[in-house]
């Protein structure tokens, strides 16, 4: 029955139902399910709209083509070999099919975008991820020089980028930052992108002035990149040529700052941290964590601070006991314990212990926690604000001693 349903919402182009029924399965039984619509799929693809066929119910549609994509492209693996063609897939249905493969997903991107930045078309797909950040699925971006080079150099031009970056600041600032440090590459560097001009649609003349207008850069800052960009023996004077005209540019050019310009959390070495933590749970190396098992440590405690900031300390639990990940738990633990802070090792460990006794078998019997169960997630939730600003402080601290990684 449930292969026959998949196959009719199939043949009918319905995707949202299609997704729904695809996304709770396994990989694994995903590509199973639909391995037998794989034939019907590719000549859906291969088809123009409206064309009709016995393969399908109705004028070819883009539910169709939605549809024959999540056939083609079941699996995280698939998607990062060869990507889709169809927008829509990969704007709606891909954050989440793959939700927890999205860096993943967009540093394999990055890879292909470098072996052949000319090739038009698949960049242009590429870039429909920016719209994964419009979704309700988090998403981090992975700082490599692949995606570094196609989310700047990939557009055509710089009021796309500007409109994706503005709605998030701390994106803005890893990614531009990212491209002072990053060398580019025959064709896909910030040179090539703005035509060798500041124009009104560059990424030199419009993206950072608003960037710093915004108060998301500061104007100092950037002329300091500039300048350790044009030293950079790794860059050649091609590539130079575009952060010599940026930074005289600036020199000369005050850029007045919004009065309301909001304050630069992302700054924060928690946050930094976040990044790191983040990006080595989605399988992207950091080479400039290796050998260091200080900063390895501290990595699951990072990402127990980033989820309990969603919504609460203890949903922030939760998500790790629901996600099979409470090994995340067991080391933030370990983590508080070598900063010397065992208060916060103890409240982390309680309130595992209590959503185990309290949450977890009201959820077996698909019931909900009483009352004594949420007065006690409330009284967990402030003793663990209550440490916050302790937590934060020593981040800082380890930042000082690391000033090379943070």
């Known amino acids: 029955m449930d292969e026959f349903s998949i196959a009719?919402?199939?043949?009918?182009?319905?995707?949202?139902a299609l997704r729904e029924r695809l996304a709770p399965l396994p990989e694994a039984e995903r590509a199973k399910a639909v391995k037998s619509l794989r034939p019907i799929a590719r000549e859906m693809m291969a088809s123009v709209a409206f064309e009709v066929n016995d393969g399908w119910d109705g004028p070819l549609s883009t539910g169709h083509g939605r549809c024959a994509a999540m056939v083609l492209y079941s699996t995280a693996d698939s998607?990062?070999?060869?990507?889709?063609?169809?927008?829509?897939?990969?704007?709606q249905d891909m954050p989440i099919l793959f939700e927890r493969d999205l860096s993943r997903i967009l540093t394999a991107w990055g890879e292909l975008f470098l072996k052949n930045?000319?090739?038009?078309?698949?960049?242009?797909?590429?870039?429909?991820?920016?719209?994964?950040?419009?979704?309700?699925?988090?998403?981090?971006?992975?700082?490599?020089?692949?995606?570094?080079?196609?989310?700047l150099t990939g557009w055509a031009n710089g009021s796309a980028i500007f409109e994706w970056l503005s709605s998030d600041?701390?994106?803005?600032?890893?990614?531009?930052?990212?491209?002072?440090?990053?060398?580019?590459?025959?064709?896909?560097?910030?040179?090539?992108?703005?035509?060798a001009m500041l124009h009104a649609e560059s990424i030199g003349g419009f993206v950072i002035p608003a960037l710093i207008h915004s108060g998301v850069l500061l104007q100092s800052e950037v002329i300091d990149w500039c300048a350790k960009a044009i030293d950079s023996p790794e860059r050649t004077q091609y590539d130079k040529s575009w952060f010599r005209r940026l930074k005289k540019y600036l020199e000369v050019t005050p850029i007045a700052t919004l009065?309301?310009?909001?304050?630069?959390?992302?700054?924060?070495?928690?946050?930094?941290?976040?990044?790191?933590?983040?990006?080595?749970?989605?399988?992207?190396?950091?080479?400039?964590?290796?050998?260091?098992p200080d900063i390895q440590a501290v990595l699951p405690l990072a990402l127990l601070l980033e989820q309990s900031d969603w919504g609460s300390f203890m949903m922030g639990i939760e998500s790790f006991h629901l996600a099979g990940e409470s090994d995340v738990i067991s080391e933030s633990i370990d983590a508080l314990r070598k900063l010397e802070l065992p208060e916060a090792a103890e409240l982390v460990a309680e309130a595992s212990d209590h959503w185990k006794l309290g949450h977890e078998p009201a959820l077996d019997?698909?019931?909900?926690?009483?009352?004594?169960?949420?007065?006690?997630d409330e009284e967990l939730d402030d003793r663990w604000y209550g440490m916050r600003g302790e937590l934060n402080a020593r981040f800082e601290t380890l930042r000082q001693r690391l000033p090379e990684i943070l």
Do not use: C
Request: charged residues 30%; proline residues 7%; hydrophobic residues 40%.
């Open 8 to 16: 009719q919402l199939f043949r009918w182009g319905n995707a949202e």
């Open 79 to 91: 998607v990062m070999r060869k990507v889709p063609e169809v927008w829509e897939f990969i704007e």
């Open 117 to 151: 930045p000319k090739n038009h078309d698949r960049v242009g797909s590429m870039l429909r991820a920016a719209q994964w950040w419009r979704s309700e699925v988090p998403v981090r971006m992975p700082v490599t020089e692949g995606t570094v080079l196609l989310f």
């Open 169 to 195: 600041s701390a994106l803005a600032y890893r990614l531009i930052r990212a491209a002072f440090e990053i060398p580019g590459r025959k064709g896909a560097s910030l040179e090539q992108a703005d035509g």
């Open 259 to 292: 009065p309301d310009a909001p304050e630069r959390w992302w700054l924060s070495a928690s946050e930094q941290l976040i990044a790191i933590a983040r990006d080595t749970r989605a399988g992207i190396e950091r080479p400039e964590i290796a050998g260091r």
């Open 365 to 376: 019997h698909d019931e909900w926690p009483d009352d004594a169960v949420y007065h006690r």
